[in-house]
């Protein structure tokens, strides 16, 4: 992990087993903490806008907006997506005036919502969340969106992690994660296991996967990205 002021990824992490009616508390909990690694990365990566406006980036998943927030502050324009309206309407409340021209929210489950052509797909503890049935082809639909030069940054749980025993979770062993990302170079690359706490206190055994990853080719046809 790097020595910058963010958080430690297991202090942070969403609580898995809590049901829908707790995000609103989630969101409370981390909503001015400071961007995930991985977003900082990935945008650092991109250096200078272009002259012709700026970058595009879609954050998934995004409460709220903790990474929309630092990728606005960057000059980036996002489209920020969550499940729930209460992740967007803190997000709103929390942009300075000054950076809302620049932001767009979608309140979308992810394996409905169709993600737009971007230089960066923004993924934080997101993916998890998606159901096994859903999960190869919600892969599918955000790789499909990223063309040369962009970027995927996102973090995982890994399959040593306690929410691999869970309903409703998917998380992959790393060297699967790898495998969905055909056609990139691993930019960063980060795993982190050890027993900690979710953001709202409760005991989890974590196995956490950082990744920032850039597109160098399109795939294969058939292949998932």
Request: glycine share 8%; net charge negative; with cysteine.
């Amino acid at each position: 992990m790097t020595d910058d002021p963010t958080p430690s990824s297991t202090d942070d992490a969403a609580d898995h087993s809590a049901p829908e009616t707790h995000w609103p508390d989630y969101y409370d909990v981390t909503a001015e903490r400071p961007s995930w690694t991985t977003t900082k990365t990935a945008a650092e990566a991109f250096g200078d806008h272009p002259a012709d406006g700026p970058r595009f980036a879609v954050d998934l998943g995004c409460g709220a907006g903790r990474d929309t927030r630092e990728l606005l502050r960057r000059g980036w324009r996002v489209l920020a997506t969550d499940m729930t309206p209460e992740g967007p309407e803190r997000l709103w409340e929390l942009t300075p005036r000054a950076d809302r021209d620049r932001l767009e929210t979608e309140v979308s489950r992810l394996q409905d919502f169709e993600v737009p052509v971007c230089d960066l797909v923004n993924a934080n503890l997101i993916l998890p969340f998606q159901p096994a049935e859903d999960y190869e082809a919600t892969w599918a639909r955000i790789l499909a969106a990223i063309p040369v030069g962009g970027r995927f940054s996102g973090m995982l749980f890994g399959d040593r992690d306690q929410a691999a025993q869970e309903d409703g979770m998917t998380c992959p062993a790393p060297e699967v994660i790898r495998g969905y990302l055909d056609g990139f170079e691993v930019e960063y690359w980060n795993e982190k296991e050890e027993d900690g706490q979710t953001a709202l206190g409760d005991d989890h055994h974590f196995h956490l996967i950082e990744v920032v990853a850039v597109r160098r080719e399109l795939p294969d046809r058939g292949s998932v990205g």
